[in-house]
């Protein structure tokens, strides 16, 4: 959904539900499940606060299944015009790092909507937070089946580096 800064009413644009919103990702995988903003103007500036609820695809990473996460964010962001003219490098300061630009008084609210969900990604998935993973012996699942493998002896020629480890941690 793009939106024209200049016609956003005095009063602000309340969003509500995903209709607005048919393709909001770039993925056709990622689910956009439930969502409430509120767009206002605050001078030449655009403030974007609300909440969305997003259904995003995942390999877990300890069993390597496949399952959905579900993304709850907390929208608010600052939106300023991009400055034009500008061809020389300019520095950042700590106020620069908190807003976000529009160009051309178009305002793309489904980048605000990818970008949020991206950011409410886990670092590491876990298909739940009790996962057993791969048995490093045979490559089974633990959480499906219970694995009889022996646990191998460490290689001898590693006893070293294990030593080493060992010594490094008591400092």
């Known amino acids: 959904m793009i939106i024209r800064v200049s016609e956003i009413p005095e009063a602000g644009l309340a969003i509500e539900g995903v209709g607005e919103f048919p393709h909001p990702f770039q993925d056709a995988a990622w689910t956009l499940e439930a969502l409430s903003l509120f767009v206002e103007k605050d001078k030449n500036d655009v403030c974007v606060r609300g909440r969305l609820?997003?259904?995003?695809?995942?390999?877990?990473?300890?069993?390597?299944?496949?399952?959905?996460?579900?993304?709850?964010?907390?929208?608010?962001?600052?939106?300023?015009?991009?400055?034009?003219g500008r061809d020389e490098e300019v520095e950042l300061t700590a106020d620069d790092l908190?807003?976000?630009f529009y160009a051309d008084d178009l305002l793309d609210l489904n980048r605000v909507v990818q970008t949020e969900t991206e950011l409410g990604l886990p670092?590491?998935?876990?298909?739940?937070?009790?996962?057993?993973g791969l048995c490093p012996v045979c490559g089974g699942n633990r959480n499906i089946t219970s694995c009889t493998c022996e646990v191998r002896v460490p290689d001898p020629r590693l006893a070293a580096?294990?030593?080493?480890a060992v010594r490094l941690s008591s400092r």
């Open 53 to 84: 609820s997003s259904s995003v695809p995942q390999t877990c990473s300890r069993c390597l299944q496949q399952f959905a996460f579900t993304v709850s964010a907390d929208v608010d962001t600052r939106f300023c015009p991009r400055p034009v």
């Open 98 to 100: 908190e807003v976000d």
């Open 123 to 132: 670092m590491k998935p876990l298909c739940r937070g009790d996962c057993r």
């Open 161 to 164: 580096l294990k030593d080493l």
